[in-house]
C-alpha cells in the first residue's frame, strides 16, 4: 500500500489546515482498513489524530476532537484532514498511515506544515 500527502505548508494562525492522502494499491474501503493521520511536532514524538475507517466511521484523538475532521472520497481513493483554528503548536510533519490486521501496512512521506503568520 501507497499513501502520499499533499496540501499547504504554510497555513496561518486561527485557520484551518486541510490535507489530503493518496492511496494506491488498496481501496479505502477494503475490509478491515483503517485509515490514519498522525503528526510529529519538532523535536517530540508521534501523535495519533485521527482515522476514518473502511467503512466511513471516523475517530478522533479526544484532545484534538473538537477541532478534527476526517472524510474521504471514494471515487478518487482519498482520505482527508481538516484541523480548524490552528495555533503554532499545530507545527508538525504530518503523515498518513493504513492500519490492517494490527499492523501499519503503509505509511506516507510525510509533508511539513508550519502555522505561521
Known amino acids: 500500500v501507497q499513501l502520499q500527502e499533499s496540501g499547504p505548508g504554510l497555513v496561518k494562525p486561527s485557520q484551518t489546515l486541510s490535507l489530503t492522502c493518496t492511496v494506491s494499491?488498496?481501496?479505502?474501503?477494503?475490509?478491515?482498513?483503517?485509515w490514519s493521520w498522525i503528526r510529529q511536532p519538532p523535536g517530540k514524538g508521534l501523535e495519533w489524530i485521527g482515522a476514518i475507517a473502511y467503512s466511513g466511521t471516523t475517530y478522533s484523538s479526544p484532545s484534538l476532537k473538537s477541532r478534527t475532521s476526517i472524510s474521504r472520497d471514494t471515487s478518487n481513493n482519498q482520505f482527508s484532514l481538516q484541523l480548524s483554528s490552528v495555533t503554532p503548536d499545530d507545527t508538525a510533519v504530518y503523515y498518513c498511515?493504513?492500519?490492517?490486521?494490527?499492523?501499519?501496512?503503509?505509511w506516507g512521506k510525510g509533508t511539513q506544515v508550519t502555522v505561521s503568520s
Open positions: 498511515a493504513g492500519y490492517y490486521s494490527s499492523t501499519y501496512a503503509g
Open positions: 494499491g488498496a481501496s479505502i474501503t477494503t475490509n478491515s482498513y483503517t
